[in-house]
């Protein structure tokens, strides 16, 4: 729920001058021209010194109608007098939000009371729905800027603190990774996270392209199956997909990561044998990351010149 409720009600509150009601002094031949009027079937009852006293139906003024030994005096029953069968819930203008949602799940407008229970208009349920589907759509529209924000401040972090990350975030990451589009739906795509540091050590020692393990607490192997995926053209672009994904998931996490090439494969094949890889998985790339030690500005450096429209 957004915003604070008082806010909410001076939103959503139609006043009491724009209200059709009705006072306790009418009588029921004047409520229903008042009603028939305004095309209402229900509307809020009031005393003479304006505050609610509760909801009078068409359903009250038939039912005193049926009750009567003689329908000639009926229309000059005062409406004080009519049996009502049920009031709307009233709601003051500074109760918890809480009451508002929950009062309109069984009603379809709320009077809305001030301090001294003087009624100062209605919120009816349309009234807010409406207001709440307006909500979302802007919220929605905060999530699209957020993650369009998060795609142009994503940078490349070279430098991490030694801090642990907890395995649920670090499964956060893997899952971007795994949601990545495939070819046909084929899914060859699997991750590896090399957390120890050993094992990180060993990986540095294969080769320098690996180096910046030594800095990272963390790093992720992306692997294509070749069997699953025999196209090679595909299997590279899923797995490139897996890995932006988790790069981006990173930055949001507010973590840091970088990507590593595995262009080599001579050098890639000497480090999945090092993780007992099966020789069916192809390596892709890498990303070491970890709790961020630097910040870097946005990237805007990006070249509208490189834009092209229905043609070259």
């Given at each position: 729920v957004m915003g604070d409720f008082s806010m909410n009600i001076i939103l959503l509150l139609t006043p009491k001058k724009q209200v059709t009601t009705v006072e306790e002094e009418m009588t029921v031949s004047e409520a229903l021209q008042v009603m028939n009027v305004s095309r209402y079937t229900s509307v809020p009852l009031l005393n003479s010194q304006?505050?609610?006293?509760?909801?009078?139906?068409?359903?009250?003024?038939?039912?005193?109608?049926?009750?009567?030994?003689?329908?000639?005096?009926?229309?000059?029953?005062?409406?004080?007098?009519?049996?009502?069968?049920?009031?709307?819930?009233?709601?003051?203008?500074?109760?918890?939000?809480?009451?508002?949602?929950?009062?309109?799940?069984?009603?379809?407008?709320?009077?809305?009371?001030?301090d001294r229970d003087v009624f100062i208009g209605i919120v009816k349920r349309s009234d807010l729905i409406n207001y709440y589907l307006e909500q979302y759509k802007e919220s929605k529209k905060d999530d699209a800027t957020t993650i369009l924000n998060n795609i142009k401040s994503r940078r490349s972090i070279r430098n991490w603190k030694d801090d642990e990350i907890d395995r649920?975030?670090?499964?956060?990451?893997?899952?971007?990774?795994?949601?990545?589009?495939?070819?046909?739906?084929?899914?060859?795509?699997?991750?590896?996270?090399?957390?120890?540091?050993?094992?990180?050590?060993?990986?540095?020692?294969?080769?320098?392209?690996?180096?910046?393990?030594?800095?990272?607490?963390?790093?992720?192997?992306?692997y294509g199956d070749t069997v699953a995926e025999p196209n090679e053209l595909h299997l590279n672009n899923n797995c490139s997909a897996a890995i932006q994904n988790m790069l981006l998931a990173i930055s949001a996490l507010g973590l840091g990561g970088v990507w590593i090439g595995a262009g080599d494969e001579a050098v890639s094949r000497e480090v999945s044998d090092l993780l007992n890889v099966p020789q069916v998985m192809k390596l892709y790339g890498a990303i070491a990351f970890g709790a961020k030690n630097e910040e870097k500005e946005p990237n805007e450096t990006f070249d509208l010149g490189k834009v092209h429209y229905e043609g070259w």
């Open positions: 304006g505050q609610y006293v509760g909801t009078i139906t068409e359903g009250d003024l038939l039912m005193s109608l049926l009750s009567q030994p003689s329908t000639k005096t009926w229309g000059k029953l005062p409406l004080k007098e009519i049996k009502r069968v049920r009031d709307n819930v009233p709601v003051k203008v500074n109760a918890p939000i809480d009451n508002i949602f929950i009062t309109l799940i069984n009603q379809n407008f709320i009077p809305i009371l001030d649920s975030i670090i499964n956060e990451i893997i899952m971007a990774g795994l949601v990545a589009p495939s070819a046909m739906n084929r899914k060859p795509v699997h991750i590896m996270l090399v957390s120890r540091d050993e094992v990180r050590e060993e990986i540095v020692n294969c080769h320098r392209r690996f180096r910046l393990l030594e800095k990272a607490p963390y790093a992720l192997f992306v």
